[in-house]
């Protein structure tokens, strides 16, 4: 059943056989039936409690029909099933038109029927919580589309409410695919600057010698190739945010420089002779422990401080599993309209298994998961044998390691498969493999697993 609650179902049928079976049927499976002969009886039970109303079209005074328009006045949430002889096909149509939920020909096949009130009901389970869903999200607007009921996410919530209008520079920590980014935009979204421009730019994505001339601009001639003068994103964003994502990637030189521009709100491109004003709000984020980059001299102390004013900490997905059935219904909505695909629910086994699951690439893992999961499938129900063997448990003990095996190859299947897993997420497969997006990006090339 879908819940364990006994739901109330009542059958109206003027055959004293048909009616009866049903009910001993419908009773025997948990559900708490009610028969009754005719329509009027029909109207006088139908209120809130009633689950289902399970109605004969063929009958004298109020017919099936004229009970449907009565049950969407007096029970709106109720699932109507209309049960016809097959002759009346026609009047079985109309009370479809009419907003029956179901139509089962007589004689009633009784585990059709349960198959179909169970259907109905968990047809209606969802729209209730996408509904739920929606009036949170209505709440929450501003938020980026932003999911989450856990404490963490509401503390979170909270605080990027409080921020957001302020001048002040927020440091987003987090591990990669926790929603870093949306947390950024949220925070523009949120701010007095959400009329200009929210410039993101990866520290990590963009090869070192270019994160200077992206970031200050550069003056025609300043380097080879600097054919005419370019603007950098910090004026780009004037008015608006800059989001700094992979802030831990900056080197020593340009986090002296960035600091600069923090401190004096001007910048100074590549060959440029005269500070020029910027009004920028930025927000930073990284995946990596700044502090032990700061031990390590890899960060600056003063600049880690500077940006730290206020820090917004994203908590892996594993520490917040309340928010997983959450976003897998929000996922399973967003993916199967975007990909027209028939999923809807997720079944419990299975809901089971993704709760227990350590999601090592957090949220972004969650949705490349089902995304892949609904592209795949005609079904309606995500069930277990949908999911992959590593979150089942099943996994076999299968190692990548065989004798014979240099390391280099070893590396290079190790590399491989984490790109698989991460759905070819750079920033991500480099984390779980202890190893720098740059770093990544050379083994990349060099064991030609480039795409
Ligand atoms: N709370 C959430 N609600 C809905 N979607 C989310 C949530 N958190 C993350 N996502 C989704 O997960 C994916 C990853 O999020 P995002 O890019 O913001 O993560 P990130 O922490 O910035 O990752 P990285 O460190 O790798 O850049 C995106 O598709 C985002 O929309």
Redesign the pocket.
Known sequence: MTESRAWKILIVDEAPQSRATMARWLGGRGYNPVAVPDGESAVELIGEGVAVIITDLNMPKTDGLALLEIAKQKAPHAIVIVVSDVESVDAAVAALKAGADDFIPKPVNLSELTERIEAALRRRAMAEQIAALQSQLTQQQGLD????TSAA?RALFEKIRLVADTRSTVL?T???????????RSIHRLSRRAGKPLIPV?CAALPESLVESELFGHKKGAFTGASSDRKGLFETAAGGTLFI??IGELDLALQAKLLRALENRTVMPIGGSREIDVDVRLVA?T?RELLQQVQSKEFREDLYFRLKVVELT?PPLRERKD?IPL?IR??IDQLSTENERPVRDISAPALEAMMAYKWPG???E??NTLEGIIVLTLDEIIDEKHLPPHIIGAESAQTIIQPGMTLAEIEREAIRRTLEHTGG?R??SA?LLGISVRTLQRKLKEYELET
């Open positions: 589309n932003m999911i989450g996410i987003i987090g591990e990669s695919g926790t929603g870093k980014e949306l947390v950024a990866n994502d992979e984020a995946n994203l928010d976003l929000h996922f957090n949220v972004r969650l949705r997420h920033t991500q984390e």
